[in-house]
Each structure stands twice: as structure tokens, then as C-alpha cells.
């Protein structure tokens, strides 16, 4: 069992950045770890993704401005943030998978981009 605990979210105006964190409770070095985001009202998507090789994927929304990481030795996956804007409001959600029937999530954190 992996506990995930996301941070970093907030209020933040149109064109500012934030850094989403995804702190672990245990070793996450042969998961993929995935950041969704959910809007009101709408379904949960994929925004960016990196497998336990380093491999990248990113929705077409938020290429360029988005850039997942991991640091492994600190069980944590980052979500950087740039050039922000009002559609990128949601509560940002942290997950981790190993297999189909093995991943887990996390509680959530709120990003508001707003004037």
C-alpha cells in the first residue's frame, strides 16, 4: 500500500506558476506517476505522466507549460506549472501505478488560476 499526499496548490493570477509536489509513503521507483486534474463539472484528465524509465507524455492542453518529474530518491513527483491559465482550474489529483489492478491516489489539491 502507497499513501500519496499532494501540495502545492493555491490562488494564483493568469501567466504565474505553481509546483505541485506528490509525496509518497513508500518507494515509488517502478511506478509511472501520473498528475489528473478534475474541473467542476466536468470528467477527470490526464495531464502528464512519467514511467519508471523516465519516459514523458503530456495532454495537448498543457505541453509546453507543464513538466512532470520524479525524484525517486525522495519518493516525490513534481508537477511544474508556467504560464498558468484560468482553464488550468481544478483540484489536481496524484497517482501512482504499478498494474492495472495496483495503483493508488492521492487526496487532492486545489489550483484556482485567477485575476
Known amino acids: 500500500q502507497v499513501q500519496l499526499v499532494e501540495s502545492g496548490g493555491g490562488l494564483v493570477q493568469p501567466g504565474g506558476s505553481l509546483r505541485l509536489s506528490c509525496a509518497a509513503s513508500?518507494?515509488?521507483?517502478?511506478?509511472?506517476m501520473r498528475w489528473y486534474r478534475q474541473a467542476p463539472g466536468k470528467q477527470r484528465e490526464l495531464v502528464a505522466l512519467?514511467?519508471?524509465?523516465?519516459?514523458?507524455g503530456y495532454a495537448d492542453s498543457v505541453k509546453g507549460r507543464f513538466t512532470i518529474s520524479r525524484d525517486n530518491a525522495k519518493n516525490t513527483a513534481y508537477l511544474q506549472m508556467n504560464s498558468l491559465e484560468p482553464e488550468d482550474t481544478a483540484v489536481y489529483y496524484c497517482?501512482?501505478?504499478?498494474?492495472?489492478?495496483?495503483?493508488?491516489w492521492g487526496q487532492g489539491t486545489q489550483v484556482t488560476v485567477s485575476s
Open positions: 513508500g518507494s515509488i521507483s517502478t511506478y509511472a
Open positions: 497517482n501512482a501505478v504499478l498494474t492495472a489492478s495496483t495503483n493508488y
Open positions: 512519467i514511467t519508471s524509465a523516465g519516459s514523458l
